[in-house]
T-cell receptor, first 113, second 112 residues
Framework: DAKTTQPPSMDCAEGRAANLPCNHS???????VYWYRQIHSQGPQYIIH???NNETNEMASLIITEDRKSSTLILPHATLRDTAVYYC??????????????FGGGTRLMVKP | DAGVTQSPTHLIKTRGQQVTLRCSPK?????VSWYQQALGQGPQFIFQ???????QRGNFPDRFSGHQFPNYSSELNVNALLLGDSALYLC???????????FGPGTRLTVT
């Protein structure tokens, strides 16, 4: 599995966009980028995933560079409830042999009023 | 539609004891995975069950075992508890092979 690198922490002002970077320079052609977040004392929550095209859903947008070596998760209007640890994970999309997730340290996002 | 549920919420055990944690997956999901999360760290994969069989296992000793029932619910058993087993135990359900996993709130186990 490709290794990911994320900054350990970031701050964001409430109402502003939060841009969380992730480096995955060894990503393979069939590996997707997945993002999860974990709010304090809760289980991780799936946010979004993508292969090479930018993706958007009701929670966030995912921007993947053309060379696919890095990506950015964007929370367009961060709220205090978005304060959490955000994990970037790279895996093939489906694997019937098992789909374990390997969590790194993640980025601790603090949204401030 | 109920999400993933886990029981109990909190548990305190003594070293050497055995514990059983329970998980009910999200409706429509057939695969259950278990993760251990120590304080301040990311979740670590323990094992995964599908069709009542263990399909994949992480780097955990045999003291950790599991079971999946015909209704897809699952149990995690830990024998001979150590102080280092104190952690948040997370259950995640999914459809076979897909990485979009849905996590429960976890069971906080404290070993004294």
């Amino acid at each position: 599995d490709a290794k990911t690198t994320q900054p350990p922490s970031m701050d964001c002002a409430e109402g502003r966009a939060a841009n969380l970077p992730c480096n995955h320079s060894t990503i393979s052609g069939n590996e997707y980028v997945y993002w999860y977040r974990q709010i304090h004392s809760q289980g991780p929550q799936y946010i979004i995933h993508g292969l090479k095209n930018n993706e958007t859903n009701e929670m966030a947008s995912l921007i993947i560079t053309e060379d696919r070596k890095s990506s950015t998760l964007i929370l367009p209007h961060a709220t205090l409830r978005d304060t959490a640890v955000y994990y970037c994970i790279v895996r093939v999309a489906e694997n019937n042999a098992g789909n374990m997730l390997t969590f790194g340290g993640g980025t601790r996002l603090m949204v401030k009023p | 539609d109920a999400g993933v549920t886990q029981s109990p919420t909190h548990l305190i055990k003594t070293r050497g004891q055995q514990v059983t944690l329970r998980c009910s997956p999200k409706s429509g999901h057939d695969t259950v995975s278990w993760y251990q999360q120590a304080l301040g760290q990311g979740p670590q994969f323990i094992f995964q069950y599908y069709e009542e069989e263990e399909r994949q296992r992480g780097n955990f000793p045999d003291r950790f075992s599991g079971h999946q029932f015909p209704n897809y619910s699952s149990e995690l058993n830990v024998n001979a508890l150590l102080l280092g087993d104190s952690a948040l135990y997370l259950c995640a359900s999914s459809i076979l092979g897909r990485y979009e996993q849905y996590f429960g709130p976890g069971t906080r186990l404290t070993v004294t």
